[in-house]
Each structure stands twice: as C-alpha cells, then as structure tokens.
C-alpha cells in the first residue's frame, strides 16, 4: 500500500529528526530534505503534509504542492508561511504555541547575564588572543539585580521571563496590545507603559512580540535613540522588529552597553553581518527554543495534528490551527 508523504523541508538536528520518526505515524513515509531543492523538488508534489521548522513554505513551494492537505510548523512563528494561499486551498495551517516559552525565556535571561558580565569577550579574548582581562572588564560589568526591565509583549515567553527575574528584584514594565487586567498586573508585579515610556524607563528592554506588519521595526532609529544611554537590547523574538542598522550604530557608538540578539532580519547570517564587527553584542544563530525538552514536546503536538490529518481529515488541536477562521474541515 503506497504511503502518503510527508516532508519536512528544512534542515533540522538528529534529535528532531529521530523524534520525528518516532511520533509521526508509521503509516507515512517521512521525507526529511534538509534544505536539498532537488529533495523537495522530488517529493513536493506528491507530499500531503509540509513540515517547516525555520525555512517556512513560500508562495512558489506552496503552489508545487498539488496534493497538500496540511503544513505544520515546527514551532510558533508562521510569518514565513504563505497562508493566504494555504487558506485559499482550505489547507490548515498549524503551530505550536508555547511549547518552548519557557526555553526562549531562560535563553533571554542567558543572553542577558553574558552581555552584563561581558562573557563571550572576556573568553573570546583569552582564548584567541591570550589576553587576561581581569581588571581590565570590571569597569564594564554590571548587576541584574534592582534594574529596570522593559518587556515588550508580554505573552507565554515573556510572563515566563518575569518569573525568572523575581530573583533579581527587578522593577518588571510591560507593554503588550492586549493589556492583562488590574489583578494580573499584581499578581505578576509588573507595571503597564506604552512602547515610548517603557523604552525611557528601561536599563533592558527585551522583545517578545510577534513580527506583523505593526511590528516591523517597531525598534527603530528614534525608538533607540529614547532609551537610556547604556540600556541593553534583547532581541529572542523577530529579528524584523528591529532595525539593523539603527541598532549596529548606536552599538558601535554606545549608545546602548550592548545586545543579545538571537533572531536577524534575513537568517542565516555570517560572519560577514556588521554585528559581528562588535564586542559588546552577544549573538546566537535562532537558538532560543532549542532545548531537549522543548523539541520533544513540540514534535509530539505537531505530529498529533499530521496523523490525524493523514487517518482522519481533521485535527486533534484546533487551536493551533492559524486560519482557523479561514477554511472549513
């Protein structure tokens, strides 16, 4: 009996790989292309299911795929998913909401702590060049504790961050376009400000919205050029709600201590990208979510949704379908 396809396009880790295996019904055969076009060319068209985890499904793959029936997201953001067309097709398209919050947040508060104690400059700087900068980075190292911090959106990732930095007794402000009610503000502790006076408050401001076209460099020359001289950017969400170039110049001018920045307007980058000309930036290559535990719990409910769209025709988690409103079951 021939087994309906399913192909995941992108290049992902053996440990996605063989949980993919493992939760994805028996009853497919499970393409894995690893970004090879030639791959994906030979199996597109017949492919009932598309699995994206970074590269999404653009217009051009999308039409391709005669007989798609579903595309799932390894993870949360589809802004890189045709979804109109996918609407117009009645394929649903799915996610996984909040499945890794908790890893993009311990990653933020990582990313953050490394570029206040100046770790990967003090290590890079030993180990390349042999230098000993004991005394040299004190000048330049700083407390979490008592600091202000800015969160702007705050959803899963973001309440998760805040729950981390209660043990840094930091002054939490937040702004999010849906604003939590007066007894969730209190039992988070955390205080509402619009973008404008969050941004002049905050010693951290730290990303967690998702990249719309309201948000697309939201985080602007202006908006940067507001923040306290030696504020510290993070940026674990899109990397489109910033703009580069105003960030690149006012790190290398320092207006702002520094970044850590794990999502890039255009990814992958090199070691080309003018951030990496800069040593008060901590960059990682999109990695925040990327935990153990995360992934095996992001392919068990991304799988669940595919088999029951290849035995049933329909999906076990309606609510991690996107176009929900847009297409009929």
């Not at 400059?121 to 004991?134: F, I, P, R, S």
Request: aromatic letters at 4%; hydrophobic letters at 35%.
């Amino acid at each position: 009996m021939k087994k309906d396809v399913v192909l995941i396009v992108d290049s992902i880790s053996p440990k996605t790989e063989e949980l993919s295996r493992r939760h994805i019904s028996d009853k497919a055969e499970v393409v894995f292309a690893n970004s090879d076009p030639a791959v994906i060319g030979q199996h597109l068209e017949k492919a009932k299911v598309l699995v994206t985890s970074t590269k999404g499904i653009s217009t051009e793959t999308l039409s391709k795929a005669k007989n798609c029936i579903y595309i799932q997201k390894y993870g949360a953001g589809v802004n890189n998913i045709d979804i109109s067309q996918a609407s117009s097709r009645n394929i649903p398209v799915g996610n996984v909401p909040a499945t890794n919050s908790r890893s993009v947040a311990e990653y933020t508060l990582t990313l953050l702590l490394a570029v206040y104690k100046q770790i990967i400059k003090a290590h890079n700087e030993l180990v390349t060049n042999g230098k000993w900068l004991k005394t040299v980075l004190r000048d330049n190292n700083h407390e979490l504790t008592g600091k202000t911090v800015g969160l702007i959106g705050l959803g899963n990732i973001g309440k998760h961050l805040r729950r981390l930095l209660v043990g840094f007794d930091c002054h939490v402000l937040y702004y999010d376009t849906f604003r939590l009610s007066p007894e969730q503000e209190r039992d988070l502790d955390v205080e509402f400000r619009e973008v404008e006076d969050l941004l002049a408050a905050s010693d951290v401001v730290s990303l967690h919205c998702p990249l719309t076209e309201e948000t697309r460099h939201l985080i602007d020359g202006h908006r940067i050029s507001s923040m306290k001289t030696g504020a510290v950017l993070l940026n674990c969400a899109r990397g489109g709600v910033v703009d580069e170039n105003a960030l690149y110049e006012a790190l290398k001018s320092g207006k702002l201590l520094g970044a850590g920045i794990d999502t890039y307007e255009n990814e992958p980058i090199n070691n080309t990208h003018p951030f990496c000309r800069l040593s008060n930036v901590v960059l990682s290559p999109h990695n925040g979510g990327g935990t153990v535990e995360a992934i095996e719990a992001v392919v068990k409910k991304a799988s669940e949704n595919i088999n029951s769209m290849l035995l049933h025709g329909s999906v076990t988690h309606r609510d991690h379908i996107v176009n929900i409103d847009h297409i009929q079951f």
